[in-house]
């Protein structure tokens, strides 16, 4: 059984800054893929960024690049999201996903089999 727990979620005003925090309760965390998605209301879940087993791939939405850096310890069994500069469109509520079928990382949820129950991201303007 993998548990994914999320945490570092809050509300913050545009221009600020979160560090979101995924711990993974599973062995050989090293061996899976890792992604942020985010669902706002009335949304599809989205791609936010993803990160290969090791570290070396990492690959991010075009709404986040240059703002958001995604980032994972395999001593810890844990990922993180870095957001900077936060826009009102970044609220959400964001999920770690973590894929057993794939070392690297997938752009569509369907990717992915284990998922954390999100964290709510709000950015007021």
């Known amino acids: 059984q993998v548990q994914l727990v999320e945490s570092g979620g809050g509300l913050v005003q545009a221009g600020g800054s979160l560090r979101l925090s995924c711990t993974a309760s599973?062995?050989?965390?090293?061996?899976?893929?890792m992604a942020w998605f985010r669902q706002a209301p009335g949304k599809e879940r989205e791609f936010v960024a993803g990160?290969?087993?090791?570290?070396?791939?990492?690959g991010y939405a075009d709404s986040v690049k240059g703002r958001v850096t995604i980032s994972r310890d395999n001593v810890k069994n844990m990922t993180h999201l870095q957001m900077n500069s936060l826009k009102p469109e970044d609220t959400a509520v964001y999920y770690c996903?973590?894929?057993?079928?794939?070392?690297?990382?997938?752009?569509?949820?369907?990717?992915?089999?284990?998922w954390g129950q999100g964290t709510q991201v709000t950015v007021s303007s």
């Open positions: 996903a973590a894929s057993v079928s794939t070392s690297w990382f997938a752009m569509s949820p369907l990717g992915y089999d284990y």
């Open positions: 599973v062995r050989a965390f090293s061996a899976y893929g």
């Open positions: 990160i290969s087993w090791n570290g070396s791939g990492t």
